[in-house]
């Protein structure tokens, strides 16, 4: 499944790539970290649990930073595996700078593969759009921290226990494909 | 591990058994109780082949955990005939051929013994809709449905 | 088809419940015809499985000026041969008696519905249409919170850790006139998109599951071709999957939002 | 229970009990819980088998680890492929080289090929330790590209599934009789057809696949009580593989859940679980899971049709067709490439065209390999063969209930040599389709559609042959290396020393009821009654007498199976009668009759000898006996071998079916214009399948496929994403019919008795899939009815596709061209 979207940060470009570029500030933007490792500059690990309401999905995600062009593109690859679920990601961001202002195209192509991934597409997008959607909020929230005025607003994002609620938010993802 | 030790009646006998917490009613009657009759189709909760009576409601036993029936009274197929004299629904069923594997009969027979108990005179649609969460692959229901109709004595 | 490790508990009271919930990685049971699938594959994995069926308080429909108390473990069987339902709001008989089948019906509660809030399930745009409010119990007390806020993705819900649904309360009809369509796979079988409506003085509020994360309440004027474009003013972005594209649940939205009003009574 | 009967009491004989419903042998222990299937059975100390499964659809194995899995308290240990490498022999191949070079395993060795495959199995104490073991299996995958779209299989860089073969296509061949080009050159019109397509379904038995497998140290004894349902071909694919002579494989089997074809090809699992039960020193118990079932056994074969040409008359008269077909097997060929001429023994379907070209070509898929399931192969040439009937009426503006009647073979044309050599036996098609449309009240239904005002209504025929009793020889037309022809089966039948008689039959019955069919005919032979006939539950290859393709398949048993025992009991009846004739002063056989337990002689009914003294007599005080009865056993066996003889090789021609008993259904179905959802208003299926011994098992037989083929058109369908995931792995996604989806089935009958059967019985059971075609047929006819010139392009028709047919009807009309001449 594709999808994709923009985002518009009020930070400039430098900024917002410096926090896409963090491996120990992305931790923060993924749903439900247990823990988390950095490899290298450009792998690092983490353990997840994915909020859902039935119980928390487990996983144990490799990331790996395939291509990057400072300041306008990155491609991120990650891989996870838990019981009943594996789920590959391939995430691009596309930053273009605007005055003081960044804006943001992403795209990510996400394949559930495991006992999961036949359980019911129709579940699984709006899942996937919801947790899309907390990482771009996690991200407004570091991006808002690094340029200075940090609030902890970030975290309840991040917490399993408090997902953020799913809307139809319009700078969530704007366009996803069945694929 | 949390092991449970539960009671319960099956079919008039009573039974106490260590179980884990995790085990299903249907594993329970199958594997500890021996009671083989009770069928396992799916993984789903969709087919019924699992379909028992606990304190007279059917219900499917792979969707309630064995420790959740403590002190339930349950009726399985071998339940239905427990000197082998057939009833009434068992013998329409062999009469009109409304079973051919057998494989999908007790959970069948059970959500019929349990229409017929709370409706004793039901109509077509009404038993297509007692059955319904029973999926037979053998007969298309249309044997099924004329037993029991048989059986409620139209 | 097999379970991994468990704690199980059955408390009998809601405090005990709310207790236990309150521990790490607590799942209440409530009828156990979704959990317990889920659990079966392995994709969730509660460490402690709160087992609601002995809370005696937790079942029950009672009829209060014209608007029903529902407690959140009564079956979908009860709610269909229940006489102060028939009375007040058939509705919630009519729609629970097309849940899965009879085996269900008698575990399946309508707590668990709304709290699983599967975006196939039946009560979520149910609830949101008739305007019901959820009460929930948590360590400091009780709240009441009202469906739209009650659904916040697929999944979850506004019941979090150490919290338990305990009732839905149903308002009274009034002059209202409710409405259910739906178009499933195979006859009443799993939903590919449910519509639910109720019109009173001539506006109808539609709710339609199964076409986002959570139902989409829509309001227009009670006639077909009002309801129509509203339902496609609200620019639906369904997800597709194997039954059905977004295309097509897009459709169906606005054909089942105007036959769910039309045939409101 | 009573089926032994001690001292038989005699009874009013009642002459004739085939043809008659009798109460089933098989109810009483059904009814009560008491059958045995395969998971019912244990053993002290059996280990659970739980499989690692492939989470990818097509992916390399970078590494594997069991330690930890092995580690866990409980966990009597794994099986990991690399094992199965090294103590078994890849299972044979039917096709030719190079498709013949695929390696197919018990375990996934190297490579993952479809979601779900077996990669690495697990025993433990418990079932549910077993799983919790089976998590800690660690495996590395490298994905690699996935084929999931037939079509694309031998384009240039798609994937290859089977290094070994080199090329995804299993097999490939071209069937041409009479004269194409000729009927297309010389027809009023050519309708030609862009493409069709078949879908992947399966009948899904409710009980999956299991099996308790033991393994005796002493004798290097394997016995699987199982549910496999043609265990003779199972032990021909495990003997060589797992290097044991095939007695040593024991396959028994009593109660089958269903099996419908797709409990053929379960020898992979069943051979791991020898491996393990060797290995391990204990039983092994495999239940098979729904969604295993659905992932990674047996779906049916998807097939397109593309480039179809039909040579038509004005009048509607169709002269022949070519067609490019494709078909779809899956990961691994296993029953396959016998798909690939199953077909042919209905090329021309019901129909008197002379002249027809099918080039034909399977391929491997990175999806659930195929296998058997009911209607096989027949079903999907027959839906393309109604497609076509179809399609020609409605762009040739005729009725299709006309274009039938003038294109069917006539009754007086029986028995009807095909193109392709096979002989239609019997039959009468015509007067099926007037019965069917009598039973859906035809005129009444053509006159609601006028008066429907905007209601889709719509009548559909589907027209199926029931080909039964192989001729093995047709997979010598596929590769001539194999060495099958012709077909056989067995039964036995002893008077044991009390009076028993008991019969054992070769095949392997899932609810066809052959223990009650195959009492009817001995009891009339005997001349006692069917309750007096043991007939032994299930099937015991150890004990019961089995021909080399012993089973239960292929719409065989009332010819094979019957045959086998009325020529088993008529043995016995002889020897019964010798003897009597010997005890009672020395009459011929000829004037001693059977009856009521009695042998008499005839001339004096006074002179009797009870069943229970001949068998006394001979098992038990044979010294009484003069030297010219001491041959008498009074344990009878008979094997059956139909006069079939080898198909031309270059020719493709041959005979390859026995009999053809014929199903001709219609139905009248509304599609709600808004949603697409499509109700069946009405339903008939007309059968005649010759002499029916048990017409109410017939009956139940009509029905289970007739609910089968309505699954399929409207309900069921395996479905893929573009990596290979199904998207329909289990009962909630997967929609089998319920109660309330089926309508009641009307049925009606004739019997044309086959010349070809002593019993004038054909096989029956499959029906070819005819509401397929039927409920097809209807979708068009409402369509076209509405002014909507869209075809019907897929057999699967969930309310999405017949939305969109009615939304933009251009999209599939533009597959059809007609072309005046």
């Known amino acids: 499944m594709k999808v994709e979207g923009t985002r518009e940060f009020d930070a400039p470009a430098q900024l917002v790539w410096d926090v896409l570029n963090d491996p120990s500030k992305m931790a923060k933007l993924l749903p439900g970290v247990e823990s988390f490792e950095i490899q290298d500059d450009r792998h690092w690990t983490a353990a997840v649990k994915i909020p859902l309401g039935m119980g928390g999905l487990k996983l144990n995600f490799n990331f790996e930073k395939l291509e990057e062009r400072p300041i306008e593109y990155a491609k991120l690859s990650s891989k996870g595996q838990g019981v009943g679920a594996i789920v590959a990601m391939e995430t691009q961001f596309h930053l273009t700078p605007d005055g003081d202002r960044t804006s943001m195209r992403w795209e990510a192509d996400v394949r559930v593969a495991g006992p999961i991934g036949s359980m019911g597409q129709r579940v699984f997008q709006p899942i996937v759009n919801q947790q899309v959607t907390n990482v771009l909020n996690a991200l407004e929230a570091q991006v808002a921290e690094a340029k200075g005025g940090g609030t902890g607003g970030a975290e309840e994002g991040i917490d399993a226990g408090s997902p953020e609620a799913y809307s139809s938010d319009p700078e969530g993802p704007t366009h996803s494909t069945e694929t | 591990m949390s092991d449970h030790t539960i009671g319960v009646s099956v079919n008039g006998e009573r039974y106490e058994r260590e179980v884990e917490g995790r085990k299903l009613l249907v594993h329970f009657l199958r594997d500890d109780l021996d009671l083989t009759g009770t069928h396992v189709g799916c993984d789903t909760g969709n087919c019924g082949a699992c379909t028992v009576l606990l304190d007279g409601r059917a219900v499917k036993s792979c969707m309630l955990l064995a420790v959740q029936a403590d002190g339930a009274d349950l009726t399985t197929v071998e339940g239905l005939a427990p000197d082998g004299e057939l009833n009434t629904l068992q013998r329409a069923f062999s009469e009109h051929h409304g079973l051919q594997c057998g494989y999908c009969t007790p959970g069948m027979l059970l959500s019929a013994t349990y229409l017929l108990a709370q409706n004793p005179k039901p109509t077509e649609e009404e038993i297509r809709r007692g059955i319904q969460g029973n999926i037979c692959r053998c007969t298309g229901y249309v044997n099924i449905v004329r037993a029991i109709t048989a059986a409620s004595g139209q | 088809m097999l379970l991994s490790e468990l704690e199980y508990a059955r408390p009998e009271s809601v405090e005990d419940a709310v207790k236990l919930l309150s521990r790490e990685d607590a799942r209440a049971l409530a009828g156990g015809q979704s959990l317990v699938n889920v659990m079966k594959t392995r994709v969730a994995s509660p460490e402690l499985v709160v087992d609601l069926n002995r809370i005696d308080g937790l079942r029950g429909i009672r009829a209060v000026d014209g608007a029903l108390e529902i407690g959140a473990m009564t079956t979908y069987s009860a709610i269909v041969e229940s006489a102060e339902v028939a009375a007040a709001r058939p509705i919630l008989a009519e729609v629970a008696r097309t849940i899965a089948d009879v085996q269900v019906r008698n575990r399946g509660t309508i707590g668990g519905n709304v709290c699983s809030n599967d975006p196939t399930n039946h009560f979520p745009p149910l609830a949101a249409a008739l305007g019901a409010e959820l009460t929930i119990a948590g360590s400091d007390g009780e709240r009441t919170v009202g469906a739209e806020e009650f659904f916040e993705g697929v999944y979850l819900t506004a019941v979090k850790p150490g919290e338990l649904l305990t009732s839905v309360r149903i308002p009274a009809k009034g002059g209202a006139r409710d409405g259910w369509a739906s178009v499933t796979l195979g006859k009443e079988g799993t939903g590919i998109v449910n519509v639910a409506a109720t019109v009173s003085n001539g506006t109808a509020r539609i709710a339609i599951g199964c076409v986002a994360a959570t139902p989409v309440v829509v309001t227009a004027s009670a006639d077909e071709t009002a309801v129509a474009d509203a339902v496609r003013a609200a620019e639906l972005d369904p997800p597709g999957d194997v039954h059905a594209s977004a295309e097509y649940r897009r459709h169906l939205a606005e054909v089942l939002a105007a036959r769910a009003v039309g045939s409101a009574t | 229970m009573s089926e032994t009967t001690i001292a038989p009491t005699p009874v009013e004989l009642e002459v004739g009990y085939a043809g008659k419903s009798i109460p089933r042998k098989e109810d009483g222990r059904l009814v009560q819980g008491q059958g045995v299937f395969a998971d019912d059975v244990k053993r002290h100390g059996m280990g659970y088998v739980h499989f690692v499964r492939a989470p990818y659809g097509h992916a390399r194995i970078v590494s594997l680890d069991v330690s930890k899995a092995e580690a866990l308290e409980g966990v009597y240990g794994t099986l990991t492929p690399d094992e199965v490498a090294e103590l078994t022999d890849p299972f044979f191949e039917l096709t030719t080289p190079p498709g013949s070079q695929i390696k197919d395993y018990a375990l996934a060795v190297g490579r993952v090929r479809h979601i779900g495959e077996p990669v690495v199995a697990v025993v433990a104490a418990s079932r549910e330790v077993a799983r919790d073991a089976a998590d800690l299996v660690e495996v590395e995958y490298e994905p690699l590209d996935v084929l999931v779209d037939a079509r694309r299989a031998q384009d240039e860089g798609a994937p290859i599934l089977h290094d070994d073969a080199g090329t995804n296509v299993v097999w490939s061949g071209t069937f041409d009789w009479g004269d194409v080009d000729g009927a297309l050159k010389a027809a009023d019109r050519v309708v030609k057809i862009k493409e069709l397509h078949f879908d992947r379904f399966s009948s899904t038995p409710l009980e999956c696949s299991a099996a308790l497998v033991e393994y005796d140290r002493g004798t290097g004894q394997f016995t699987l009580h199982c549910n496999h349902q043609m265990p003779g071909v199972a032990a021909i694919w495990m ?170 073979i006539r009754t007086d044309e029986m028995p009807y040599e095909t193109p392709n050599g096979c002989v239609y036996d019997s039959g009468d098609y015509a007067r099926c389709l007037d019965l069917a449309l009598e039973l859906i009240d035809y005129e009444s239904a053509r006159a609601q559609q006028a008066a429907s005002n905007g209601k889709l209504i719509g009548i559909g025929i589907g027209s199926t042959l029931d080909s039964g009793t192989n001729n093995f020889g047709q997979s010598t037309l596929l590769n001539p290396e194999l060495q099958f022809s012709g077909n056989n089966e067995v039964a036995t039948i002893k008077l044991d020393i009390f009076g028993e008689i008991v019969l054992t039959l070769g095949t392997v019955p899932q609810g066809q009821g052959h223990e009650t069919v195959a009492s009817q005919v001995a009891a009339d032979i005997l001349g006692v009654s069917p309750d007096q006939i043991h007939v032994r539950p299930g099937h015991d290859s150890y004990w019961n007498s089995h021909a080399g393709f012993s089973g239960t398949y292929a719409s065989q048993f009332a010819v094979t199976g019957l045959e086998a025992v009325k020529g088993a009991t008529e043995k016995l009846s002889l020897e019964i009668r010798r003897l009597a004739g010997g005890v009672l002063g020395g009459a011929d056989p000829d004037d001693v009759v059977l009856e009521g337990g009695f042998a008499k002689r005839a001339d004096n009914p006074e002179a009797a000898l009870p069943f229970m003294a001949c068998g006394a007599i001979v098992n038990a005080n044979n010294a009484v006996l003069p030297p010219e009865l001491r041959d008498i056993t009074l344990n009878c066996r008979h094997v059956y071998v139909p006069p079939f003889t080898m198909p031309d090789f270059d020719r493709k021609f041959g005979n390859l079916t026995l009999t053809y008993a014929t199903q001709i259904h219609a139905c009248v179905v509304e599609i709600d214009p808004e949603t697409g959802h499509v109700d069946i208003l009405d339903y008939a299926a007309v059968d005649d399948c010759g002499i029916r011994i048990h017409p109410q098992i017939v009956e139940g037989q009509v029905h289970g496929a007739t609910a089968h083929a309505i699954g399929a058109a409207l309900h069921e369908t395996f479905a893929y994403d573009e990596y290979g995931q199904l998207l329909t792995s289990n009962f909630y996604d997967y929609h089998v019919p319920h109660a309330l989806d089926l309508p009641e089935i009307k049925t009606g009958h004739i019997e044309s008795p086959s010349p070809f059967s002593s019993l004038g019985t054909k096989g029956m059971g499959e029906g070819g899939g005819a509401a397929i075609h039927a409920i097809c047929a209807a979708i068009q006819d409402a369509l076209r009815r509405a002014g909507k010139p869209a075809i019907v392009n897929d057999s699967f028709n969930p309310p999405e596709r017949v939305w969109r047919m009615i939304q933009t009807p251009e999209e599939t009309a533009a597959l059809v061209e007609v072309t005046q001449q």
Request: glycine share 8%; hydrophobic share 35%; charged share 25%.
């Open chain 4, 239 to 408: 003997g060589p593989a797992l290097r044991v002579p095939l007695d040593k494989l024991r396959f028994i089997t009593q109660d089958i859940g269903g099996g419908f074809g797709n409990k053929i090809t379960t020898h992979t699992y069943l051979t791991a679980c020898c491996l393990l039960a060797r290995k391990l020193r204990r039983p092994i118990q495999w239940t098979e899971w729904r969604t295993d079932q659905h992932t990674a056994n047996a779906h049916g074969n998807e097939r397109w049709f593309h480039d179809i040409e039909v040579a038509v008359q004005n009048d509607g008269t169709m002269l022949g067709f070519k067609v490019t077909a494709l078909d779809d097997c899956g990961a691994f060929p296993r029953y396959e490439p016998l798909g690939c001429i199953i077909w042919a023994q209905v090329t021309p379907g019901l129909y008197r065209w002379r002249n027809i070209r099918v080039d034909f070509t399977q391929v491997v898929t990175n999806k659930s390999p195929v296998a058997p399931n009911r209607g096989y192969s027949r079903m999907q040439q027959l839906w393309l063969t109604e497609r076509i009937c179809d399609i020609v009426a409605h762009e040739l503006g005729l009725d299709p209930v006309e274009v039938r009647k003038r294109n069917y």
